[in-house]
């Protein structure tokens, strides 16, 4: 059985083919020519190992540690073509890593023995370290433009709807009224801090892995090694590290949590957007495909898909955050296990959290809202779902006990005798001699108690604009 994200049927549901086929540089003599290729997956990943030391040949050889010679045979060389899987699979069950496979191959292929000088000073954790951190800024690109979509259609929600009430629901209970508006704008403000979140990650975990056995660049002469490791840094445009981090995982981790809280986010959106298509409720639909959530026996169904998938896909993300987390504590300065943890569940951590972001821009870029539904449900409680606009403007009169107790027993007389709050109040001469009919009427409205939902809207959508538009300018 194979994985839903290399599945035949499942990996344009759990994954996409932007993570898993972005256009991918092989970093050949012509810097124009490219592939598309798996982004996680082994062709991948070796064409990054090959820039790695493609990179590395050119940096050495600029610093006089290689031949001039040397560089350019292994440049010429270093190909992704040239490379045998079936040998390189063969090499890696037997060594254990793929990269002294790789080395061996180029050495193989280079003349005059000038292939020695391939991956000189370098460790196998440098480049697959490296190839790693390569292959997740590439993967951040990806995330990026995925997050940009989704909070332009999120944003245009929170603004067209920003004052069409709806419930607020608490503890599943209808709780007082807000604007739809309103809860578009805290998913887009969640959103808007992911996105910092995913810049401020950039800065620190963009950084090369380049230091030898124990991370202490003994193999290179000292007083070349530490601008050898500033210009490949440069050469491959990442960070170059204040000191070795070969079993420090804090840079990997974080990004599996950054995977896992963004994932969150859209799962607590699918929930909310899943139990508001309730039949019973019917106040928003995912986007209407024909026979898309059709059942194999009752026509009348029309079942969320996009949101399933998602909260699927959420869980499983978080569950591979938590390995990510295990593998963490790795031992002395080389680990014996832990770092594998992330060989397996990173690559397919960036994928399912693609899928959530592909299924979540189709979702929101076509949500369907039902404000007439909304408001059927706003006044199902007969008035109760206003009850604390008329007790705080009692209690203002009569003091906030005496309101509170009072308007709490014309709310139980309510339910039980099925009459409507602004009825019953009406009755109550105490409330008739400090509230006029009307003003009784202005409170009962529950689009008069949406609080500052509008103007918290606009904030949050004001914010997104001007962010956005000095994204813009930047770019």
């Known amino acids: 059985m ?83 899987f079936d040998k390189l699979k063969q090499s890696t069950e037997l060594i254990g890593y793929p990269i002294l496979g790789v080395v061996q191959q180029i050495v193989s292929l280079c003349r005059d023995g000038l292939g020695q000088w391939c991956h000189w000073g370098a460790t196998t954790q440098d480049v697959t370290d490296s190839a790693t951190v390569l292959a ?14 989704i909070m332009n259609s999120v944003a245009k929600l929170a603004e067209h709807h920003r004052l069409t009430p709806m419930p607020a629901r608490s503890n599943l209970q209808q709780a007082v009224p807000i604007s739809f508006g309103f809860k578009m704008a805290r998913l887009l403000a969640t959103l808007q801090r992911h996105k910092e979140r995913l810049n401020e990650i950039r800065k620190r975990v963009l950084v090369l892995e380049f230091g030898g056995a124990a991370g202490t660049l003994a193999t290179l002469d000292s007083s070349v090694a530490l601008e050898c490791q500033a210009e ?42 899943k139990l508001l298509m309730q039949t019973e409720i019917d106040e928003v639909s995912e986007p209407y495909v024909p ?62 959290t693609a899928g959530a972001l592909n299924q979540t821009k189709s979702l929101m870029a076509d949500l369907q809202v039902h404000p007439e539904n909304m408001m059927r449900n706003l006044n199902l409680t007969k008035g109760l779902i206003v009850s604390e606009a008329v007790m705080m403007s009692l209690g203002a009169k009569l003091g906030r006990q005496t309101a509170h107790d009072l308007v709490y027993d014309y709310c139980r007389r309510s339910v039980l005798e099925e009459r409507t709050l ?40 004001n914010a997104y604009k001007k962010a956005n538009l000095t994204q813009t300018k930047r770019k």
Not at 138 to 149: A, C, G, Q, R, V
Not at 431 to 441: A, G, H, P, Q, Y
Request: proline share 3%; net charge negative; hydrophobic share 45%.
């Open 2 to 84: 194979s994985s839903v994200v290399n599945s035949r049927i499942f990996k344009d549901i759990f994954g996409t083919a932007a993570m898993r086929g972005k256009f991918v540089t092989l970093f050949l003599l012509n810097p124009k020519s490219f592939s598309i290729i798996d982004l996680w997956s082994d062709e991948a990943r070796t064409g990054y190992y090959l820039r790695w030391e493609i990179a590395l040949a050119k940096v050495q050889s600029k610093l006089k540690i290689i031949p001039q010679d040397a560089c350019d045979e292994i440049i010429a060389q270093a190909k992704l073509e040239n490379i045998d």
């Open 136 to 149: 997740m800024r590439d993967s951040f690109d990806i995330i990026e433009i995925d997050l940009d979509h």
């Open 232 to 273: 490949l840094a440069c050469e491959l445009d990442l960070a170059q590290p204040e000191i070795a981090w070969h079993t420090e995982r804090d840079r990997i981790v974080e990004v599996g949590a950054f995977l896992a809280l963004l994932c969150g986010t859209l799962s607590k959106n699918a929930t909310d957007i």
């Open 291 to 352: 026979h898309r959530g059709s059942s194999s026996t009752m026509p009348n169904k029309v079942n969320p898909i996009s949101c399933v998938y998602i909260h699927a896909l959420a869980a499983t993300v978080r569950q591979h955050a938590a390995a990510l987390m295990d593998a963490m504590v790795a031992d002395h300065e080389r680990s014996t296990g832990p770092w594998e943890i992330e060989w397996i569940v990173l690559p397919e951590a960036f994928i399912l």
């Open 422 to 461: 602004i009825d019953l109040l009406k009755e109550d001469e105490k409330i008739s001699s400090v509230l006029s009919d009307s003003e009784l009427m202005h409170l009962c409205d529950p689009a008069n108690y949406l609080g500052l939902s509008g103007t918290m809207t606009d904030n949050i959508v």
